[in-house]
């Protein structure tokens, strides 16, 4: 913002459109990028059926697993199985959009290793979006069909009493779950240029969060749930939005009004993630750094 404008507390376009046309820039590249790869994926169509199914039968095991423990239990800490069920696919459709659109971020530590981050970085486009895009896994929908699936029969048989409060904050929670997972790639990402050989420590809040999200906070130590809650703030993905969409009671005894803070949560998450990984890119100095 110039001096005059910072002064008198106007807007500034001359700010303004260079951070839009890095924006735009971005998203043009990530759709040029993830384009390439899906045309090269649906060149062999017979193959791209067959991971996604197998995508989505080897996620469909977690709910295989849930399944199992309610054959011996009526509930699971204070939850039947309809209402863990919403909490699956809360999590699985957030999570697997994000891990649609940001999964190869996991591999920029190879990258950093070596080297072939630098090519990256003489094109003229955001290396973010290049990174995102790079090998994008259309196969992965078949997590995203698994969590609808799941999220569907919750919604078909849990006896939800819906007013448009609950059936607004629905899609939100789901946006705003995806978005907070896209940030927590981002920042595992971004980790990665210092400690280079940290995948499965991005792992551990990626598909570890997810797992997590999938059985009810009551079952988890306190400490777990205040760490999900206020350090990476996955509850906000689907413990709280369930609460008030199920009429159950919060984790830490929070106020009714944080269930509809997701999209906060996620916009606090973004920007993070934002700073976090332009400190990481500037501090790459190529191979070995």
Same mark, same amino acid.
């Given at each position: 913002?110039?001096?005059? *404008? ?33 045309? =090269? %994926?649906?060149?062999?169509? +017979?193959?791209?059926?067959? +991971? ?6 080897? +996620?469909? @095991? ?8 309610? =054959? ?15 909490? &699956?696919? @809360? ?7 994000? $891990? ?9 530590? #190879? ?6 981050? $630098? %090519?990256?970085?003489?094109?003229? !486009? ?44 629905? /899609? ?22 210092? *400690? #280079? ?13 997810? %797992? ?10 306190? $400490?777990?749930?205040?760490?999900? +809650?206020?350090?990476? /703030?996955? *509850? ?7 609460? &008030? ?13 944080? *269930?509809?803070? /997701? /999209? ?11 700073? !976090?990984?332009?400190?990481? @890119?500037? =501090?790459?100095?190529? %191979?070995?750094?």
């Amino acid at each position: 913002m110039t001096e005059a *404008a910072g002064r008198a507390g106007t807007f500034d376009p001359v700010v303004w459109e260079p951070r839009r046309g890095r924006v735009v820039a971005g998203l043009r590249t990530y759709g040029l990028v993830a384009g390439a790869w899906i045309r =090269s %994926t649906m060149a062999y169509r +017979t193959s791209f059926v067959l +991971t996604a199914f197998g995508n989505f039968a080897m +996620t469909a @095991l977690d709910f295989v697993a849930i399944l199992l423990m309610f =054959s011996r239990v009526d509930a699971l800490g204070g939850w039947s199985l309809p209402e863990v069920a919403f909490l &699956y696919g @809360l999590s699985g459709v957030s999570f697997g959009l994000a $891990d649609l659109a940001f999964g190869s971020m996991e591999r920029l530590g #190879q990258r950093v290793r070596d080297g072939t981050l $630098d %090519t990256l970085l003489v094109r003229p !486009a955001p290396v973010l979006a290049q990174v995102a895009g790079d090998r994008f896994g259309l196969r992965r929908l078949g997590r995203v069909v698994q969590g609808l699936m799941v999220l569907g029969y919750a919604l078909v048989v849990v006896d939800i009493d819906w007013t448009p409060a609950k059936a607004l904050l629905l /899609p939100v929670a789901l946006l705003s779950g995806a978005g907070i997972f896209c940030a927590v790639f981002v920042a595992a990402g971004a980790f990665q240029f210092v *400690a #280079q050989d940290a995948s499965e420590v991005a792992n551990a809040f990626t598909y570890g969060g997810t %797992t997590m999200l999938q059985y009810p906070p009551a079952v988890f130590a306190l $400490d777990l749930v205040r760490g999900a +809650t206020f350090v990476v /703030p996955l *509850a906000f993905v689907n413990w709280l939005p369930a609460g &008030y969409v199920l009429d159950r009671p919060y984790p830490l005894d929070l106020p009714g009004w944080v *269930a509809f803070t /997701p /999209p906060l949560a996620a916009a606090a998450c973004c920007a993070l993630a934002g700073l !976090a990984w332009r400190a990481g @890119l500037r =501090s790459y100095r190529s %191979t070995g750094s």
